[in-house]
């Protein structure tokens, strides 16, 4: 079989997965890095790291592909902020954030908030309450020990609580009285 023949059923079986989870990869990717256009750009790194593994393997990606196109996805965003990070050291000038993604006035605070936290700190947030994994599932996705997720994920929660809850005016508990 030539290497057309052999890349043909890679490309369909990439459109397949990309028809089925694409705009979920885009989403979370969005979330993640807070940026519409670059989380965009980087779902569509996944994809095309997918299709050159499976061109090279056909096996390569076996289903569920989704666990697998997660934990490119967030490595990428991770090389991407550590990218961001060197490149803005060196230039030695003050950076300007773009302004902040549009969210809907209901979830604009929590997106505010998320996108304060360091990169891997929001993964964990993300991957723990926004897909619904295990602690034990984050840590493989980020490619770390199970107790940084928990420290991670405290120390989020810690600082969510802080950014997000509104100051009271009354005591909580009846020993404050």
């Known amino acids: 079989?030539?290497?057309a023949q052999a890349a043909q059923p890679a490309d369909q079986a990439i459109a397949a997965i990309y028809a089925r989870e694409g705009s979920r990869l885009v989403?979370?990717?969005?979330?993640?890095?807070?940026?519409?256009?670059?989380?965009?750009?980087?779902?569509?790194?996944v994809f095309v790291r997918a299709l050159r593994a499976t061109?090279?393997?056909?096996?390569?990606?076996?289903?569920?592909a989704w666990p697998w196109l997660r934990t490119t996805?967030?490595?990428l965003v991770i090389e991407?902020?550590?990218?961001?990070?060197?490149?803005?050291?060196?230039m030695i000038r003050v950076y300007e954030p773009e302004p902040p993604t549009a969210w809907p006035i209901?979830?604009?605070?929590?997106?505010?908030?998320l996108g304060e936290l360091p990169p891997r700190m929001r993964a964990c947030v993300v991957l723990r309450y926004c897909e619904d994994l295990s602690t034990f599932d984050v840590a493989q996705a980020l490619g770390c020990a199970q107790g940084t997720v928990i420290a991670q994920l405290r120390?989020?929660?810690?600082?969510?609580?802080?950014?997000?809850?509104a100051p009271?005016?009354?005591p909580d508990g009846p020993d404050h009285a």
Do not use: F, H
């Open 1 to 3: 079989m030539g290497e």
């Open 27 to 45: 989403a979370l990717a969005r979330v993640l890095t807070g940026d519409a256009d670059a989380g965009e750009d980087l779902a569509q790194e």
């Open 55 to 64: 061109q090279r393997d056909p096996e390569y990606l076996y289903e569920p």
């Open 73 to 75: 996805l967030v490595r």
């Open 80 to 90: 991407r902020r550590r990218r961001l990070v060197r490149e803005l050291r060196r």
């Open 106 to 113: 209901e979830t604009a605070d929590v997106a505010s908030a």
């Open 155 to 165: 120390e989020a929660r810690r600082r969510l609580r802080i950014r997000l809850d």
């Open 168 to 170: 009271d005016d009354e």
